[in-house]
């Protein structure tokens, strides 16, 4: 019993050593065993170890914040979306912003809206100016995506952008939303 066991022992030994010679080691990478000559004159390989540097302790930067004065807006009387006057007011010019809420009113009430026949953003109209989902590609070389449109500051922004655009081409920024209002008498009146 003892020399089936130890034959057994002599067995498993040398068919690991068969195994370890003749493994694919490619799949480790070339460097990561490499062949050792010793002055018995005789060829062995062993494991090459590549010792990386941990990469460094995060450390807490200090942030320091000045508290600024808030400034409190006045919002004019007459308007129909005065919610959203101070948004109106920090990207369009003084001059169109009463003509913003108008169409901001009349494509929305108000509310930030998606509207899709798909049910799915990136299609239909999206937001406070209800930009419509043919105007993403043009949009998206600004950096405007669609789920961006609603977060009502991104889409006051998009409707800007959408506004020059259509002055250069139309003459008239609020053709996009010629569905809406008339964009002839808001321009022109």
Not at 89 to 112: G, I, K, S, Y
Not at 153 to 170: C, E, G, P, T
Request: with cysteine; hydrophobic share 40%; charged share 15%.
């Amino acid at each position: 019993m003892r020399l089936r066991v130890a034959g057994l022992c002599v067995f498993t030994a040398l068919a690991a050593v068969v195994a370890f010679k003749f493994a694919d080691w490619s799949i480790y990478g070339t460097d990561q065993f490499r062949t050792v000559t010793t002055t018995s004159s005789t060829t062995t390989t062993e494991p090459v170890i590549t010792v990386r540097p941990l990469p460094p302790e995060p450390t807490v930067a200090t942030v320091t914040t000045k508290v600024r004065k808030v400034t409190t807006t006045t919002i004019p009387a007459g308007l129909l979306c005065p919610e959203w006057w101070s948004t109106l007011e920090a990207f369009w010019p003084e001059e169109l912003l009463r003509q913003a809420d108008h169409v901001m009113w009349a494509e929305t009430r108000c509310q930030n809206l998606h509207r899709s026949d798909v049910g799915r953003i990136g299609y239909g109209d999206h937001g406070l100016f209800q930009i419509n989902a043919i105007n993403l590609d043009y949009l998206a070389g600004w950096g405007i995506t669609a789920d961006d449109l609603m977060n009502p500051a991104q889409n006051v922004v998009a409707a800007r952008i959408l506004y020059q655009w259509a002055d250069k081409q139309y003459g008239c920024g609020w053709q996009p939303w010629y569905s809406s209002v008339n964009p002839w008498q808001l321009c022109n009146g």
